[in-house]
C-alpha cells in the first residue's frame, strides 16, 4: 500500500508560529521577509511601550514613534532573511524621543519549513541596559577599591622603609655586637615586605613577576650587608614567573632568611664567594633556592643549632605547603623550598641525596 502524501500549507505553520509567539514570557517578534511584523509577544508590548495588537502588520522600522528604524540592524536582518548569517546577541541602543536610551541584545533566526515559500524571521529581543549599569557600578566600585588598595600600600612601603631605617640606625648605634646583629636581622626582614609592598604599588592583577621581585630585595641585602661586591655576590635566576602576591610575601621572607644567614655563616674570616637565588613557578608547582659556595654545613651534630631563622623558613614553608631541603651544594649549601600539587607530564623526580642532608646554624 502506497504511503500517503502528505501537504504542507502556510495556514497551520503560521498559526502555530503566532502561538509560539503571543505565548513567549519574554519579547519576541515573528518578522516576515519584508521585515513586516506578523506576530508579536504581548511581553513586546509591555517592555517598549507599544499598545497592543498594533504591532502586527506594520513595518518593524515604523514601529513606536520611528526608533526601531535603525539601519545596521536593518541590514543584519536582511542578510538573514537571505540565510547568508543569523544574528546572535548584537547589541545595539534603542533611542526614544524623550525618553532614556535602552540597550538591547538581539537574537534573530530565519525559520525553515518544508515546501514553503514564505520566509519567516524569528527575532528576541532583551532589554539589558539595568544590567550593563549594574556591571558599570560594580567596575567602578572595583576600579575604586584598587586605586585605595595601591594607596594603602603606598603608605605602608613608605612606614617599613622608615621603620627599616631607624633598625638600621639604632644598629650602628649600640655597642653590642648581639644587638646590632639582631637589629639588622630585624631590619632586613622589613625591608623585605617593604619591598614586597613596593612591587603591589605596580601590579593590578594582583601577581608579582617573582625574579623581579626578588632581584629588588636582593639589592637591598646587598646594599646593606655587602660591603665589597667584588668579594661577594648575590645573584638572581631561574625561569621565574609570576607569583600570587599573597604567596610573594612568604617567599621573600624566606628569601631574606636564607640569604642573611648565608652571609652570616658561609664566608667567614673575609672568604670570597657568590650566593644564588633561583625560582621557578609553574602554576600550582615552583621551586624556590638559596645556593652559596661557602664552607658547607658542619659534619658534627653537637655544633648544629636551630635558630629563628631556619624556624622562620619552616613555618613558612608549611603554610605553602611546601617542602624544605638542606644539603651540600659542591661546594657550599643549597637550600630548596619545593612546592608539588600537580604532576607535571615533562617533570623529571630529583635524585634522592646520598646522605641526608644536615642543616646550617641560622640566624
Known amino acids: 500500500m502506497a504511503a500517503p502524501t502528505t501537504t504542507y500549507t502556510e495556514e497551520p505553520a503560521l498559526s502555530l508560529a503566532m ?10 517578534l515573528l518578522l516576515d521577509g519584508d521585515l513586516n511584523i506578523v506576530a508579536a509577544s504581548a511581553s513586546f508590548s509591555d517592555v517598549f511601550d507599544i499598545a497592543a495588537g498594533s504591532a502586527p502588520g506594520r513595518q518593524l522600522s515604523r514601529l513606536g514613534a520611528g526608533e526601531w528604524d ?12 537571505s540565510g ?5 546577541a548584537y547589541e545595539v541602543d ?10 538591547l541584545v538581539v537574537h534573530a533566526q530565519r525559520l525553515v519549513y518544508p515546501d514553503l515559500e514564505n520566509l519567516r524571521i524569528l527575532m528576541a529581543v532583551s532589554d539589558v541596559t539595568d544590567a550593563r549599569a549594574d556591571e558599570k557600578l560594580k567596575d567602578e566600585a572595583l576600579r575604586q577599591n584598587l586605586v585605595l588598595l595601591q594607596e594603602v600600600r603606598h603608605r605602608v612601603a613608605n612606614s617599613l622603609q622608615i621603620i627599616a631605617s631607624v633598625l638600621l640606625h639604632n644598629a650602628k648605634r649600640t655597642q653590642s655586637e648581639e644587638t646590632r646583629g639582631h637589629l639588622k636581622d630585624a631590619h632586613q626582614r622589613v625591608m623585605s615586605i617593604a619591598a614586597l609592598e613596593r612591587h603591589l604599588v605596580g601590579s593590578s592583577d594582583g601577581t608579582v613577576e617573582a ?7 636582593c639589592d637591598s641585602i646587598a646594599a646593606s650587608m655587602i ?3 667584588n668579594q661577594l655576590s648575590l645573584t638572581v635566576t631561574g625561569a621565574g614567573g609570576a607569583v600570587d ?5 612568604s617567599l621573600g621572607l624566606i628569601v631574606t632568611e636564607l640569604v642573611i644567614n648565608a652571609l652570616k655563616h658561609a664566608f667567614p674570616d673575609g672568604r670570597p664567594g657568590k650566593i644564588i637565588v633561583y625560582s621557578e613557578f609553574r602554576g600550582p608547582n615552583w621551586t624556590l633556592s638559596v645556593t652559596d659556595d661557602g664552607v658547607g654545613m ?14 622562620i623558613v619552616q613555618a613558612l614553608a608549611k603554610q605553602l605547603e611546601a617542602s624544605v631541603q638542606v644539603g651540600p651544594g659542591h661546594p657550599g649549601t643549597r637550600v630548596a623550598i619545593t612546592r608539588t600539587k600537580v604532576a607535571l607530564v615533562e617533570d623529571h623526580p630529583a635524585p634522592a641525596p646520598d646522605k641526608p642532608p644536615v642543616e646550617r646554624p641560622a640566624a
Open 19 to 28: 502561538a509560539v509567539v503571543a505565548a513567549s514570557p519574554g519579547p519576541l
Open 227 to 229: 660591603g665589597d661586591s
Open 211 to 217: 625574579n623581579a621581585y626578588f632581584t629588588k630585595l
Open 245 to 249: 602576591a599573597q604567596v610573594s610575601v
Open 298 to 311: 658542619p659534619t658534627d651534630p653537637e655544633h648544629i643549632q636551630l635558630g629563628l631563622g631556619t624556624s
Open 84 to 88: 547568508a548569517a543569523k544574528i546572535e
Open 94 to 103: 534603542l533611542r526614544r524621543p524623550g525618553r532614556d536610551t535602552r540597550r
Open 70 to 81: 535603525i539601519p545596521q540592524l536593518r541590514s543584519l536582518l536582511g542578510a538573514t532573511i
